[in-house]
């Protein structure tokens, strides 16, 4: 596996100072592919500014400073994606993993009511023995359910202090939704209506707010607030 890529490289959803580093970290195989994270060197060192070299940051993680839904982390090329829920109990600080307006994955400050919240989108459902329901979502994780009500498409809301399911964010007409690709990426909108599509195209999503975009891009929210995406670490790539 590469271990370093050079920063003209690194993929688009990753944003590290410019002529800072030549070198970039490259994500390992994980929850998250690698055009769609951020290694977790470059969420600590380049946009939360705990550490100025690679070395503290290693430092910090084999410490198990930091958290990633509940689970410490000690690995510095760990692949954080969007949802994901960073802790640093040491600091008494959470971050979101979110895309803001480019298309980049950005930390940002996560609410006290959301500090235990992870929202996992279904991708596929399958029956398994004895009637039961294996659901996977879009980090990887994976459960067994006897909800025959969640569908592909929904939210589960997973406690990571519990390690429960507390409920579902349904996709429908109606749903405040956060955009995870397209046009308007980073932005929270409302569904009108939803086209199923009779094909292998994706469903067609279309917004009260006078767009429509792929299912593939639309992340039901419900009630979730979340802060601004706007980046306060290094200068933007």
Not at 132 to 157: E, R
Not at 195 to 216: D, H, P, R, W
Request: hydrophobic letters at 35%; glycine letters at 8%.
């Amino acid at each position: 596996m590469i271990n370093k890529t050079k920063r003209q490289m690194i993929p688009r959803v990753v944003k590290i100072p410019r002529k800072k580093y030549f070198w970039g970290a490259t994500s390992m195989p994980g929850p998250h592919k690698r055009n769609a994270s951020v290694p977790m060197l470059h969420v600590l060192r380049d946009y939360l500014s705990l550490g100025d070299k690679e070395r503290e940051i290693t430092r910090l993680l084999n410490n198990k400073f930091v958290m990633v839904d509940g689970k410490a982390i000690k690995e510095k090329k760990y692949p954080a994606g969007f949802m994901d829920l960073i802790t640093i109990p040491e600091l008494k600080k959470s971050y979101r993993i979110l895309y803001d307006k480019l298309g980049r994955l950005t930390p940002v400050p996560e609410k006290e009511e959301n500090s235990n919240v992870k929202p996992r989108k279904v991708l596929n459902k399958y029956t398994i023995k004895g009637g039961k329901t294996m659901i996977a979502c879009h980090d990887g994780y994976t459960f067994i359910s006897d909800n025959k009500g969640i569908s592909t498409g929904d939210v589960v809301l997973y406690n990571v202090k519990d390690k429960k399911i507390d409920g579902t964010i349904k996709l429908q007409e109606g749903s405040k939704v956060f955009l995870t690709g397209g046009n308007h990426v980073g932005s929270i909108a409302t569904v009108k209506s939803i086209e199923v599509s009779k094909s292998s195209q994706s469903n067609l999503i279309s917004m009260e707010e006078g767009f429509a975009t792929i299912e593939e891009y639309v992340f039901p929210i419900g009630n979730l607030k979340f802060n601004s995406t706007e980046f306060t670490g290094g200068e933007s790539q």
